[in-house]
């Protein structure tokens, strides 16, 4: 028996899944937002060497947004007290937002929503 595709189902993966092994290149930010809920925001320093023209090796260092709303999660970071130059893996998913500027533009903001924080010792 032959198998054959439906024309009218579409299979089609889509996956956001990222993982972030850094140090918080800042103290977290816990904020209260206009409907009370509580929000995280952090920025981990990821480090990285790359090999320039020459070959030799050049170090730098990436800067990744983290946010969360995810209560678990902030309620882990406060307990934890997590601080500025903690090493730290966070797990979560890729996510974009706008907003309109005061001077009429428009920004784009690209960052990890965490789903999972952890310090490594």
Known sequence: MKATAHKDIKTQIE???VKLI???AADPEVRETK???QSLS???AIGRTTKDADGSDV???DFHRVETRN???IDWVNRDHLQKGDHILVWG???NR???TKQGGRRYITFVNANHINKIS
Do not use: F
Request: glycine letters at 8%; charged letters at 20%; a negative charge.
């Open 93 to 95: 998913s890729l996510e």
């Open 42 to 44: 952090m920025a981990t």
């Open 35 to 37: 409907s009370g809920e």
């Open 22 to 24: 850094g140090h918080l």
């Open 98 to 100: 706008s907003y309109d």
């Open 15 to 17: 996956y956001s899944d």
């Open 59 to 61: 170090s730098t260092v």
């Open 71 to 73: 209560q678990k999660v």
